[in-house]
């Protein structure tokens, strides 16, 4: 039986390890030290190592895990990435042997230019999203163009709704802070809330959730909803229901909340 942990590193990161008893691939390790120290502790052999995005605090461990460990490096395609052995885009399968575990390959530009996820259906519905989609929230839009990070948010909405969200933050309370000044009468929200200080005050992750509660929740999954259009149309006195533009000045008023 698979296990999917999180490691926490810096801040609020988490680096997820995917484990049998025996064997565990692990994704985006900004650092090496605690993803060691947890094969250690669980005597893991680490069998490959998988990349979203570029950015250093998803990629700077990668060294030091290959000094103790030959494995291959999955990483975007699209990105210069050193150490990266498999490239991949969308569509692209990967079969881990020992973990019997088949991920596909999505391409989601939007937070860099060519960051992808890792889709899977075994043991459960699940997405490695990196930094794409947060609970309650998504990335900066730091290379690719709205249009891009909209429907990135869009193709992981249509996955199934059981999908369990492994993304690599632990923002879900300043998100929600921002997503109840946008949707503030959203009683899934204010339920989740209590939820995620719960689990916050005894020091459990808020990840990961689910895609259903995501796409009731999450206003970067909602720009065509009422909700969201009349409360981007009330802060910015635009008219607009486009939601490619509803998207780009959620994520503008996002960045100075």
């Known amino acids: 039986m698979l296990a999917i942990d999180p490691i926490p590193a810096f801040t609020d990161n988490y680096i997820w390890i995917i484990h049998d008893q025996t064997h565990a691939v692990v994704v985006d390790p900004g650092t090496a030290s605690p993803v060691l120290k947890y094969l250690h ?12 995005h570029h950015h250093a605090d998803h990629t700077q ?6 000094q103790s460990f030959d494995v291959p490096v999955y990483g975007p395609r699209n990105e210069v990435i050193p150490d990266i052995t498999h490239p991949l885009n969308e569509g692209d399968n990967i079969f881990l ?20 996820a890792y889709c899977a259906n075994h043991p459960a519905n699940m997405i490695f999203c990196g930094d794409t989609l947060f609970s309650c929230g998504c990335g900066k ?19 199934p709704d059981k999908t369990l969200v492994y993304c690599t ?8 802070r921002f997503a109840k000044e946008v949707d503030p009468e959203n009683s899934a929200l204010l339920s989740f ?12 992750p808020t990840i990961p959730t689910t895609l259903a509660l995501e796409k009731s929740i999450n206003p970067f999954l909602r720009c065509n909803q009422p909700a969201i259009i009349n409360s981007i149309q ?24």
Do not use: C
């Open 41 to 52: 502790s669980k005597n893991l052999q680490l069998i490959g190592i998988l990349i979203t």
């Open 61 to 66: 461990g990668i060294r030091d895990l290959l």
């Open 97 to 116: 042997d020992e973990l019997s575990l088949n991920l596909t390959i999505l391409d989601t530009p939007g937070h860099t230019a060519g960051h992808i």
């Open 141 to 159: 839009m730091f290379e690719g163009t709205a249009q891009q990070f909209y429907e990135s948010l869009q193709k992981l909405s249509r996955l």
């Open 169 to 176: 933050h632990e923002y879900t309370l300043n998100n929600i």
């Open 193 to 204: 809330e209590k939820k995620a200080h719960e689990l916050q005050n005894h020091n459990f």
């Open 234 to 257: 009330a802060h910015f006195q635009q008219i607009t229901v486009d939601p490619v533009k509803i998207f780009a000045l959620l994520r503008q008023w996002k960045n100075t909340f």
